[in-house]
């Protein structure tokens, strides 16, 4: 009896462990499956887009820069331009993403600054105004005028007021913030963790994979995209 009952205490010892050695390799093969689901996942999204969300991710790559065509002379003779990957902001900064900026920061535009008496002592104090330049249209059948004639100095204008102290962005949450300085947009891009784009990543991007093109659009010119263009400025 003795030697019966250790046997089937030897067998049932042996099932146990069995079954443990099966449950423990079934939980090892899930486990390692589920790890390398999450890393072929985690691979396939950073392949698709490693940028934070709101950017692009912009493949590095080398093209002419600059363009022969151009009425600018630090525009000409085009050379070759390398950049290496990076990401960019798929639209522009607007005025809701812009105010929330002031409204944590307090910070003031370069627009909304008067010119420094010490700076401009023989500036009269109305030419010491805050102010910016805006953008009229030249209305159609009038000749043009001057170069650059179409930009107006306007006392009152900045990134709230984007016509003069009359106009204002409400409703216009959405639209590009416009009156921005180079010093403003830098205090923005560090504010936001991010930062600007140099010029060379800025025309890679621009071009869209049209090298070589005379405009961002292609080599015929288009009245209506420049005029957009234009307007984004202002």
Same mark, same amino acid.
């Given at each position: 009896?003795?030697?019966?009952?250790?046997?089937?205490?030897?067998?049932?010892?042996?099932?146990?462990?069995?079954?443990?050695?099966?449950?423990?390799?079934?939980?090892?093969?899930?486990?390692?499956?589920?790890?390398?689901?999450?890393?072929?996942?985690?691979?396939?999204?950073?392949?698709?887009?490693?940028?934070?969300?709101?950017?692009?991710?912009?493949?590095?790559?080398?093209?002419?820069?600059?363009?022969?065509?151009?009425?600018? *002379?630090?525009?000409?003779?085009?050379? &070759? %331009?390398?950049?290496?990957?990076?990401?960019?902001? @798929?639209?522009?900064? =607007?005025?809701?993403?812009?105010?929330?900026?002031?409204?944590?920061?307090?910070?003031?535009?370069?627009?909304?600054?008067?010119?420094?008496?010490?700076?401009?002592?023989?500036?009269?104090?109305?030419?010491?105004?805050?102010?910016?330049?805006?953008?009229?249209?030249?209305?159609?059948?009038?000749?043009?005028?001057?170069?650059?004639?179409?930009?107006?100095?306007?006392?009152?204008?900045?990134?709230?007021?984007?016509?003069?102290?009359?106009?204002?962005?409400?409703?216009?949450?959405?639209?590009? *913030?416009?009156?921005?300085?180079?010093? &403003? %947009?830098?205090?923005?891009?560090?504010?936001?963790? @991010?930062?600007?784009? =140099?010029?060379?990543?800025?025309?890679?991007?621009?071009?869209?994979?049209?090298?070589?093109?005379?405009?961002?659009?292609?080599?015929?010119?288009?009245?209506?995209?420049?005029?957009?263009?234009?307007?984004?400025?202002?």
């Amino acid at each position: 009896m003795n030697y019966r009952h250790s046997i089937r205490n030897s067998k049932s010892e042996n099932i146990r462990d069995g079954k443990k050695y099966c449950f423990l390799t079934l939980i090892f093969i899930q486990g390692i499956a589920i790890a390398l689901l999450f890393i072929n996942t985690t691979a396939l999204a950073a392949t698709v887009n490693p940028c934070p969300q709101g950017m692009a991710m912009i493949s590095g790559g080398t093209f002419k820069m600059g363009s022969d065509n151009s009425s600018f *002379v630090e525009e000409r003779s085009p050379g &070759d %331009a390398t950049v290496t990957n990076f990401c960019i902001d @798929k639209y522009e900064v =607007t005025n809701a993403q812009f105010g929330e900026f002031v409204k944590a920061t307090g910070y003031v535009t370069v627009a909304e600054r008067p010119l420094s008496q010490k700076q401009f002592p023989d500036l009269p104090d109305e030419q010491r105004l805050p102010g910016s330049l805006v953008f009229e249209m030249v209305k159609p059948g009038v000749k043009q005028v001057s170069f650059l004639s179409w930009w107006h100095w306007t006392t009152g204008a900045n990134w709230q007021h984007p016509f003069g102290p009359d106009s204002a962005i409400a409703n216009k949450s959405n639209y590009p *913030v416009v009156h921005i300085a180079y010093e &403003d %947009a830098l205090a923005y891009a560090k504010w936001s963790g @991010k930062s600007l784009p =140099t010029e060379v990543q800025w025309e890679y991007a621009a071009r869209g994979g049209l090298d070589g093109a005379t405009y961002t659009w292609g080599d015929e010119y288009s009245e209506h995209r420049d005029k957009l263009n234009d307007r984004k400025l202002c």
